[in-house]
């Protein structure tokens, strides 16, 4: 059941963030090192908030970082539009408009002492990995930690650095795939779901939770892994993609019947939108 609040009117009017650093990804993908004048961002793991261009536009734009990395925050920004492709142009030192952070999050202290299974496809890296880091820098409050990273090709890989980082620590797992591969590629190849068998006589489903983010098609075919390994829906914690613009349930652009999912979600268990036509 959805129940969105009325959000403080302060939310609506945006406050100034400074580029901090700004490098490609992908031909398509940006990061960004964002700053407040005002200190913290005071977001959580799993939020997002809308970045705008005066005479432009504003954009929803995901959280990436945890709150554990004080300071600054980031953000990987996909150009798909005018006021991202505008984005895409500007330098470190350069400012622009930010309002939240809104939405839903990841329960991260709720999830203290699960084992943590970390499903990302895509982009879906982007929001999911303010979840991973806000673990790995908290890695004694939860029990084994499992991240599962696909995309379509090599070229699409994120945070390669950090990624490779992951891959090499002994108190995680880590394994990635690609759809299609590319010479040079010697990893898993095939979609994520590949990925499954590789950890499933590992898991303890009972202590464990998922968190998944990725395109919708990811979602009906990882749920369906998931429930096949015993997962009840409400372990299965995910974010979901809708077309948001004002972030304060005023527009209706992410509505599903009753709910929005700039107030709602972005984070829902799937316990919680099993009953919603069109949520997944």
Known sequence: MCAHDKKDSSLYLPQVCTIVRT????QRDRYFEFKLANGDLGHKPGQFAELSIPGIGEAPISLSSSPTRNGTFEMVIRNVGKVTSMIHTLKAGETLGLRGPFGTDFPMEDLRGKDLLFVAGGIGL???RSAIQYALDNRKNYGAIYILFGC???????????????AKREDIVFLESVDRPAPGWTGNTGVITTLFPKIKDKLNTKNTRALIVGPPIMYKFVILELKTMGFEDKDIIM?????????VGKCGHCQINGCYVCQDGPVFTLEAVRGLMEAI
């Open 23 to 26: 490098e490609a990804m992908t």
């Open 126 to 128: 982007v929001p999911l």
């Open 152 to 166: 379509t090709d090599p070229t699409q890989r994120l945070f390669t650095k950090e990624i490779a980082d992951w």
């Open 239 to 247: 974010s979901l993609e809708r077309h948001m613009k004002c972030g």
